[in-house]
């Protein structure tokens, strides 16, 4: 058995939407100036702004950071995030939106495996169906044969792997304070991607900077939403949910970027949304196995 607290769906859910909101426009930001700039020089600056955010926090709690157990999981979970969130952001000027979203959201599939395997978490027929359902929207929503190869998409395979791997990692670490994850990954991000930024450094250009800094300021405040969600939530419950992100993205590149989707997305991104709904309506706990 666990000493950990009941899962709350409702509320998991709910931080994660504003996850996903706020992480829609910090990428929004990174696919108009992400071709202008190297993919570290962005993440650098990304975790720069959040760990200048957080360390008043950081300061007021530092009682939480002595004798830290797990200390090797909160390092592998920094080298994933690192990585994952690299590719993403040298995969985003190079694809359209909706593609980025798409691809990404096998993600939460290999999460749910994840879960299951690693983490003994009971996925229920319900969930498994409305992923299954969400994936096929997916599918027809993209149209993969119309999707020209390139290392954008190459980049969102280390993406999807990457990512899944710090998910997990994020749901072991459970037990560890909010404040600690955030510090471990913000200061982390800006350790690692620091050298490669001084190999690297693009003169940012006017206009630019604050726009630049925002990414972060978005970035950090999601951060804090998704640890609040994973800690609340199932991961069977919230990787169906995190479909919506798809209808989100496309709805910025569209109004944004200009990026018109055809019938079969309206077609895919209805099933996409009806598994999302179907799940979120039976809010029920994924509970470990005693």
Request: aromatic letters at 12%; glycine letters at 8%; hydrophobic letters at 60%.
């Amino acid at each position: 058995m666990t000493d950990d607290p009941p899962r709350d769906n409702l509320r998991g859910g709910a931080w994660l939407l504003a996850d996903l909101s706020l992480n829609i426009w910090a990428l929004s930001i990174v696919k108009w100036l992400g071709a202008d700039y190297p993919a570290t020089q962005i993440v650098f600056l990304r975790a720069l702004v959040g760990l200048v955010l957080i360390l008043p926090m950081a300061w007021r709690r530092r009682a939480a950071f002595r004798a830290l157990p797990d200390l090797g999981l909160h390092l592998l979970r920094v080298g994933f995030a690192v990585t994952g969130l690299t590719a993403s952001f040298f995969a985003l000027p190079r694809v359209p939106m909706a593609t980025f979203s798409a691809v990404g959201f096998t993600r939460p599939l290999i999460t749910m495996v994840m879960a299951a395997v690693l983490l003994r978490e009971v996925i229920g027929r319900r969930r498994w169906a409305a992923a299954g359902v969400a994936f096929v929207g997916i599918v027809i929503a993209v149209n993969p044969r119309e999707v020209p190869w390139n290392w954008g998409l190459a980049a969102m395979i280390v993406v999807v792997l990457s990512g899944s791997a710090a998910v997990i990692a994020t749901r072991r670490l459970r037990a560890a304070p909010v404040v600690v994850m955030m510090v471990f990954y913000t200061a982390g991000l800006t350790l690692f991607s620091a050298p490669f930024t001084a190999l690297n450094w693009t003169p940012i250009q006017p206009g630019h900077l604050l726009p630049l800094l925002l990414i972060g300021c978005f970035a950090q405040v999601a951060q804090l939403c998704f640890l609040k969600a994973h800690y609340h939530g199932g991961a069977g419950f919230l990787s169906v949910l995190a479909y919506l992100s798809l209808v989100f993205s496309v709805g910025v590149g569209f109004f944004v970027f200009g990026e018109r989707p055809g019938p079969a997305f309206a077609l895919g991104a209805s099933l996409v949304v009806g598994a999302a709904v179907w799940v979120t309506a039976d809010p029920r706990d994924a509970r470990p196995k005693s």
